[in-house]
Nanobody
């Protein structure tokens, strides 16, 4: 069983940047892929970005070109650099780690984009 802990959320003005980090309690190379989802109040949870064990990345269309996901296998962390943030991206951001069909989630970190 892995434990995931997100950090780096907070309040940022529109157009600003934040960097989220997800720390895993064990070797992340064991997972097929890891990534980030977000859920805003009243909306479904949507995939933001993912990265597989080989380093291949995938992004939601809405964040392509602004967000960058990366992994540090030595530190067992996955990061999400978010630039040019928009108010509609205010949400709770969740890290996940997947092995085959088994998915583990972190508790989430709140990102608020407001003036």
């Amino acid at each position: 069983q892995v434990q995931l802990v997100e950090s780096g959320g907070g309040l940022v003005e529109p157009g600003g940047s934040l960097s989220l980090s997800c720390a895993a309690s064990r070797n992340i190379s064991e997972f097929n892929d890891m990534g980030w989802y977000r859920k805003a109040p009243g909306k479904q949870r949507d995939l933001v970005a993912s990265i597989n064990v080989g380093g291949k990345t995938n992004y939601a269309d809405s964040v392509t070109g602004r967000f960058t996901i990366s992994r540090d296998n030595a530190r067992n962390t996955v990061a999400l650099q978010m630039n040019t943030l928009k108010p509609e991206e205010t949400a709770n951001y969740y890290c996940y780690a997947r092995i085959l069909r088994s998915c583990t989630w972190g508790p989430g970190t709140q990102v608020t984009v407001a003036s």
